[in-house]
């Protein structure tokens, strides 16, 4: 059994931070692409930014400048750290990860945390 486990979201006003974490539990073996998707109502979810176990990162055009994604591979742990936010990254963040367990190789995906960006 994997779980991921999403924290650190809220409420928070435009221009605010907030920094989101995710770690990762259970029987794992080895952990490949980490990655934040985000859904906001009415829209379909959508990669945020993304991470290789080399550190490599991508990031969506609307999020590059003012977010950054990091890592603690010994934690097992994707980090979001979201800076000048605005009202439309107003959305449910959800953590994904490609693990490879003692059994098979999959992605798993946490139960999400809001973010929401109001005055």
């Known amino acids: 059994q994997v779980q991921l486990v999403e924290s650190g979201g809220g409420l928070v006003q435009p221009g605010g931070s907030l920094r989101l974490s995710c770690a990762a539990s259970?029987?794992?073996?080895?952990?490949?692409?980490m990655g934040w998707y985000r859904q906001a109502p009415g829209k379909q979810r959508e990669l945020v930014a993304g991470?290789?176990?080399?550190?490599?990162?991508n990031y969506v055009d609307s999020v590059k400048g003012r977010f950054t994604i990091s890592r603690d591979n010994a934690k097992n742990t994707v980090y979001l750290q979201m800076n000048s936010l605005k009202p439309e990254d107003t959305a449910v963040y959800y953590c994904?990860?490609?693990?490879?367990?003692?059994?098979?190789?999959?992605?798993?995906w946490g139960k999400g945390t809001l973010v929401t960006v109001s005055s």
């Open positions: 259970g029987s794992i073996f080895s952990i490949y692409a």
């Open positions: 991470i290789t176990s080399g550190g490599g990162t």
């Open positions: 994904n990860a490609d693990i490879l367990t003692t059994k098979w190789r999959d992605g798993y």
